[in-house]
Structure formats: structure tokens, C-alpha cells
């Protein structure tokens, strides 16, 4: 008797527990590709200024903050960032930007000299430093310069 009271309720907590971690990004506490401007306003003039307005956020929407170290954000030619030993706050958003700067808790500089974000098309992957999968968002010529993923 105590066998079969016990399966339901396991077979619930199976389903709730699916539910909660339903996405890669629930399942890594939070954190997810919030926003991506792939397509800096003004001209493509490689200028410092141009190259960080082309950017990813990325959200942590857990109660508690993550720690991003080793995790790596990329496009779909395999263009990589690396994060430093950093947290991201709970609920907080991190935009990592592709030109040079100074590094603060809510920007992140991959000083590259050259765009990362395809205009057409391309898709941002963030992984966790083990390479599981975090979260992706991907885009086409129908989104005109940002996207919100």
C-alpha cells in the first residue's frame, strides 16, 4: 500500500520538476541571452564606438547570483568570449560588448578590432565552461538591428 500512495506523488514531483527546468537557461540558474544589437547603428567603420555598439546581454533571472567563469559566449563562426572570473547579480543584466573598454559589473569588453555579429543572420550560443549548452538566439534579415531573444 505505501508503494503505490508513494507513486503518485513521485510522479508528480517528476512533472513539476520538469516543468520548472523545462529550458536549458531555467536549468542553469537563470541565466539566458536576453538581447542582442548585432547591427550597430551609423556606419560599419570598424571605430571603437561602432564596435561597441554591437552587443549581447544576457539576464539573470535567479534569486541568487551565478558565477560566469569559463563560460563562453559565441556566434556561429566560432568567434569566442571567455568569461573572466566574474558573477552575474541575481536579476541583474551583463551586456558584453565587441570592441575595446574597461570591464564593469554590467559591461564586459572582448576588445576585438572587427565585428563578431553577422547583419543576415548568425546565432549567439553561451555555454557553461563544461560545454553544456546554456542558451542560444538566433536571427535573420526579417529583425532589423536588435533582436530580443
Avoid at 4 to 21: I, Q, S
Avoid at 27 to 50: E, K
Avoid at 76 to 81: I, L, R
Wanted: glycine share 8%; charged share 20%.
Amino acid at each position: 500500500m505505501r508503494i503505490r500512495a508513494a507513486l503518485p506523488a513521485l510522479a508528480g514531483a517528476a512533472v513539476l520538476t520538469g516543468t520548472l527546468l523545462s529550458t536549458p537557461a531555467e536549468a542553469a540558474g537563470g541565466v539566458s541571452i536576453y538581447h542582442v544589437w548585432f547591427d550597430s547603428p551609423g556606419p560599419d567603420n570598424r571605430s571603437n564606438a561602432s564596435l561597441n555598439a554591437e552587443w549581447v546581454q544576457i539576464k539573470n533571472t535567479s534569486g541568487s547570483a551565478v558565477s560566469l567563469k569559463g563560460w563562453i559566449l559565441k556566434d556561429a563562426s566560432n568567434h569566442k568570449y571567455v568569461f573572466p572570473n566574474v558573477k552575474i547579480g541575481a536579476g541583474k543584466t551583463m551586456k558584453v560588448h565587441t570592441g575595446q573598454g574597461s570591464d564593469t559589473a554590467s559591461n564586459k569588453y572582448q576588445d576585438r578590432r572587427a565585428y563578431v555579429w553577422n547583419n543576415t543572420s548568425d546565432t549567439a550560443t553561451l555555454t557553461k565552461a563544461s560545454g553544456t549548452k546554456v542558451d542560444s538566439c538566433s536571427w535573420t534579415t526579417r529583425d532589423p538591428s536588435d533582436k530580443y531573444c
